[in-house]
């Protein structure tokens, strides 16, 4: 293995295995062709959590790991990681003059969820399946034209060519929210004005969709008192999220690291 490229990863006099640093990277990608990018990424990452499961330990934490989801449990390794920040990590609980001062900035942005009324164009096919998603795409792109020629016969033209049961409502599929449909439908959606045609057809994990926005209903502008708790839980998370990593950098402030790039995090 080249040395200069894949570099052995020591802290604090401990040499973590070259299998687990090469494991750490499918977690991180790099342009192809670039292997070592890949690898100082995954040596910093690997880094910094031999740092914090020697401080855990340095501690003599006793964490017993947690569930998190059904039937799955921490490592014991998540478990000390998690165990030592719940120790050291202690987030700021925000004032309410603080939270009032965070909404003031623009409570436009503290909006009831949108509606969209939404018609559209299905050429089925299963994106697995190389063959019939490119014969599809074809399909979707001929049909995009005539809809983009004419977008007053879209309903007409959903009726005759769309493979969507809601054809017989000339491919209309009513008012829809956020988490309506499949998340990459709704990201169309939000791209989207009103009476606006998608200008390409789109695939997702039903095929090839020609996307008509019928209408848009934004959100109405939340009152203060009702966004409140979701701002406060926001704050104390970021507060967190700075406090965790002013206690990693003083861990890397005072460690003795090679075959890593660390300053801060």
């Given amino acids: 293995m ?3 490229l894949f570099p052995d990863l020591i802290v604090n006099g401990e040499q973590v295995p070259h ?14 062709g670039k292997p070592g990018i890949a690898w100082r990424k995954a040596a910093n990452a690997v880094a910094i959590r031999t740092l914090l499961l020697h401080e855990a330990r340095a501690r003599a934490l006793e964490i017993t790991p947690q569930e998190v989801a059904p039937g799955k449990f ?26 009032h001062a965070e909404w003031e900035k623009d409570p436009s942005r503290f909006r009831a969820p949108p509606l969209w009324e939404v018609s559209h164009i299905l050429c089925a096919c299963d994106p697995r399946d190389q063959k019939t998603t490119h014969d599809a795409m074809h399909r979707a792109e001929a049909l995009t034209k005539v809809a ?54 789109v695939l997702t ?20 008192g009702v966004v409140k ?37």
Avoid: Y
Wanted: include cysteine.
């Fill in 229 to 265: 708790p979701k701002i406060a839980e926001a704050m104390e998370k970021a507060s967190w999220a700075r406090n965790a990593r002013g206690f990693v950098n003083s861990l890397v402030a005072s460690a003795e690291i090679t075959g890593a790039e660390l300053t801060s995090v």
């Fill in 205 to 224: 994990r039903h095929g090839w969709h020609i996307v008509r926005m019928d209408a848009v209903a934004l959100g109405a502008v939340l009152p203060f």
């Fill in 74 to 99: 921490e490592t014991e390794e998540e478990a000390q990681i998690r165990g030592l920040l719940e120790c050291v990590v202690d987030p700021q609980t925000p004032e309410d003059d603080a939270i």
């Fill in 19 to 32: 299998t687990v640093v090469a494991a750490e990277t499918q977690n991180h990608g790099a342009p192809a």
């Fill in 148 to 201: 983009m020629t004419n977008p007053k016969g879209f309903a007409a033209l959903a009726t005759r060519e769309s493979d969507c049961g809601s054809k017989s409502s000339g491919g209309s599929l009513g008012q829809l929210g956020p988490g309506d449909t499949v998340p990459e439908f709704e990201a169309i959606l939000r791209g989207l004005g009103e009476g606006e045609i998608t200008s390409n057809p």
């Fill in 2 to 4: 080249n040395s200069a």
